[in-house]
């Protein structure tokens, strides 16, 4: 595990103090280390098939940081729970900030045995 030094953005592979300017990192090496256990917990939850645990893990340790992990075990918790809405939501802002706001639309065929071809989506 390394962390970003904010005051002078040296990578730091050891605590507590940066190792360029020496400042202070305990702190976020504390917060990164709980963030750390957070990650387990959803890993340990994933195996154990309990969506609740991987949620709770994963939004403690997304409001910490948010990076590719948390936004996939959040993505996964809801997936779980069967709200794809939210899991939708957690990959869109993942890739470009256009959450749905609302269920997508589906433009109607001409009648309701159309089946000629599947209906267009629009996101
Ligand atoms: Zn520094």
């Keep these: ?3 970003r030094c904010p005051v002078c953005r040296a990578d730091n592979a050891a605590p507590a103090t940066c190792r360029r300017c020496r400042a202070d990192l305990s702190l976020l090496w ?3 280390g ?7 917990g ?3 939850a994933v195996g ?4 609740d645990e991987i949620l709770r893990h994963a939004q403690e340790a997304h409001a910490l940081r948010h990076d590719e992990d948390s ?9 779980l729970e069967r709200n794809f809405l939210d899991a939708l939501r957690t990959l869109c802002t993942a890739s470009n900030s ?3 706001q609302a269920a997508p639309r589906v433009p ?3 009648g309701p045995h159309d089946l000629s071809s599947p209906p267009a989506r629009e996101w």
Excluded: D, F, K
């Excluded at 996939?72 to 809801?78: C, E, F, I, K, S």
């Design 42 to 44: 959803c890993r340990a």
């Design 48 to 51: 154990a098939g309990r969506a």
């Design 34 to 40: 709980r963030r750390h256990q957070l990650l387990a």
């Design 1 to 3: 595990m390394t962390l």
């Design 71 to 79: 936004r996939m075990y959040l993505t996964l918790g809801h997936l």
């Design 30 to 32: 504390s917060l990164e």
């Design 108 to 110: 109607r065929t001409e």
């Design 98 to 100: 256009q959450a749905p």
